[in-house]
């Protein structure tokens, strides 16, 4: 399944409004969801195991290579269309497999077309050692043409080869319920830790 997002037309203002607005979906929501931070904490938990489950699903063999990773971040994004514009937001945990240790993460991204976006879209990161898993959650990370360009070209045959190297040390997966997505569009799309659920 494939998610077409041409964005060569769209202005670096129209991107950073449509970034904002995804934003906005998910402070709001969690703002007025009426939730304690307990609760938010727990659901961003359940959706993480919910999504972990997925992926084993419809590729068995990931199973084993997060167990080897460093650690795992897993995201599930909710979409909003306004007939040409397109914002995402969606929320995420990064969890270390040695030590246990959650971090709660935010996801956000824009785009213009016709048919954007993938209902329930999940992602889930591989970290091969602590130094890129800390500056993923410390400092965030950004899907650039250079990994969306490899996420397209991932072998379609094959679920290790599903899960794509975006960045030096960092693996993704990307699914749906309908299973593996892999010429899923990630440009543009920004991770970066949730303040509020790390207090």
Same mark, same amino acid.
């Not at 030590?99 to 954007?116: D, E, H, P, R, W």
């Given at each position: 399944?494939?998610?077409?997002?041409?964005?060569?037309? @769209?202005?670096?203002?129209?991107?950073?409004? *449509?970034? =904002?607005?995804?934003?906005?979906?998910?402070?709001?929501?969690?703002? =007025?969801?009426?939730?304690?931070?307990?609760?938010?904490?727990?659901?961003?938990?359940?959706?993480?195991?919910?999504?972990?489950? @997925?992926?084993?699903?419809?590729?068995?063999?990931?199973?084993?290579?997060?167990?080897?990773?460093?650690?795992?971040?897993?995201?599930?994004?909710?979409?909003?269309?306004?007939? @040409? *514009?397109?914002? /995402?937001?969606?929320?995420?945990?990064?969890?270390?497999?040695?030590?246990?240790?959650?971090?709660?993460?935010?996801?956000?991204?824009?785009?213009?077309?016709?048919?954007?976006?993938?209902?329930?879209?999940?992602?889930?990161?591989?970290?091969?050692?602590? /130094?890129?898993?800390?500056?993923?959650?410390? /400092?965030? =990370?950004?899907?650039?043409?250079?990994?969306?360009?490899?996420?397209?070209?991932?072998?379609?045959?094959?679920?290790?080869?599903?899960?794509?190297?975006?960045?030096?040390?960092?693996?993704?997966?990307? *699914?749906? !319920?309908?299973?593996?997505?892999?010429?899923?569009?990630? !440009?543009?799309?920004?991770? =970066?830790?949730?303040?509020? @659920?790390?207090?």
């Amino acid at each position: 399944m494939e998610r077409v997002i041409p964005r060569s037309g @769209l202005s670096a203002r129209s991107f950073l409004m *449509l970034f =904002w607005a995804a934003a906005a979906i998910i402070m709001f929501s969690g703002f =007025w969801s009426g939730k304690t931070l307990e609760e938010k904490r727990a659901e961003r938990l359940q959706t993480s195991n919910e999504t972990l489950q @997925l992926l084993y699903k419809h590729a068995p063999e990931a199973k084993e290579m997060i167990a080897k990773s460093y650690g795992y971040a897993a995201f599930s994004n909710v979409g909003v269309n306004l007939v @040409l *514009l397109s914002a /995402e937001g969606g929320t995420g945990v990064a969890h270390v497999n040695g030590s246990g240790m959650n971090t709660y993460m935010n996801m956000a991204s824009g785009g213009v077309g016709f048919g954007l976006g993938i209902k329930d879209f999940r992602a889930v990161f591989l970290f091969e050692n602590k /130094e890129v898993f800390e500056r993923f959650v410390n /400092e965030g =990370w950004e899907a650039n043409a250079q990994a969306d360009a490899a996420a397209k070209l991932a072998d379609k045959g094959d679920a290790y080869g599903a899960a794509i190297t975006v960045a030096p040390g960092i693996r993704l997966y990307k *699914l749906t !319920q309908n299973g593996l997505a892999l010429q899923a569009t990630i !440009q543009g799309t920004k991770y =970066w830790k949730d303040n509020e @659920l790390n207090k």
